[in-house]
Structure formats: structure tokens, C-alpha cells
């Protein structure tokens, strides 16, 4: 059985950096900036039903999110490239405001 995934797994940035604590909380702040700009760009592409733009989006903030560890945002992420490929409306939306939910999720953690 697959284990679910976790807000924030450190061990992906440890292995990936090594143990440098400024330069990942470097990397962590980047992405909370990164991640709510890209928000705000899902929703202006939902709003103007451009799956396509959806679809990059969603996949250029699945890298960064996979590459500090957010297991769950990048699981968010994916989905919504397959519901964009698929020009699933409702389900895109269900999914970007899922993805809403898990990045001020992520936030809290990143900050606590």
C-alpha cells in the first residue's frame, strides 16, 4: 500500500542540497513567492478556460514543489495537468482550489 503523501518531506532538500539550513530555507521562502504568484495565474487561466496554459502552469510549479519536498502540492499538481489535458472544467476548478487549501497548508508548516 502506497503511504500517503506528506505536506512537506525534508529529506527530499537534504538529499538534494545536503545539510545547508539557510540555503533550503532559502529555497522554501522562493517557493511560497513562486507558488502564490502561480495561483493567481491557474485561476486567471481557469477563469479564461486555457487548459493548455493550465496544463504548463500547473506542471512548471509541480517541479519546484517536487523539489522541496511538497508531496502533497505536487500530487495536487498533477492532477490538475491531467484534468487540464482531459479540458475537465469542474474538475480543474475542485482541483485548483485544492491546490489553494494545500499550499496555505504548506505555508504553515514552512513557517512554523
Known amino acids: 500500500m502506497k ?3 506528506s505536506i512537506l518531506n525534508p529529506s527530499v532538500m537534504q538529499e538534494l542540497i545536503g545539510n545547508e539550513p539557510d540555503l533550503i530555507a532559502q529555497f522554501k521562502k522562493d517557493f511560497i513567492i ?7 495565474e491557474l485561476a486567471t487561466h481557469y477563469n479564461a ?3 493548455e496554459a493550465i496544463r504548463q502552469a500547473a506542471h512548471f ?3 519546484s514543489a517536487k523539489a522541496i519536498g511538497a508531496e502533497q502540492v505536487t500530487e495536487t499538481l498533477q492532477q490538475i495537468e491531467h484534468a487540464a489535458n482531459a479540458k475537465d472544467v469542474n474538475l480543474t ?9 494545500s499550499l496555505q497548508t504548506l505555508v504553515k ?3 512554523s
Open 49 to 51: 478556460r486555457d487548459f
Open 61 to 63: 510549479l509541480k517541479t
Open 93 to 101: 476548478k475542485q482541483l485548483i482550489m485544492q491546490l489553494k487549501g
Open 34 to 40: 513562486q507558488a502564490q504568484s502561480s495561483l493567481k
Open 109 to 111: 508548516v514552512i513557517n
Open 3 to 5: 503511504n500517503s503523501p
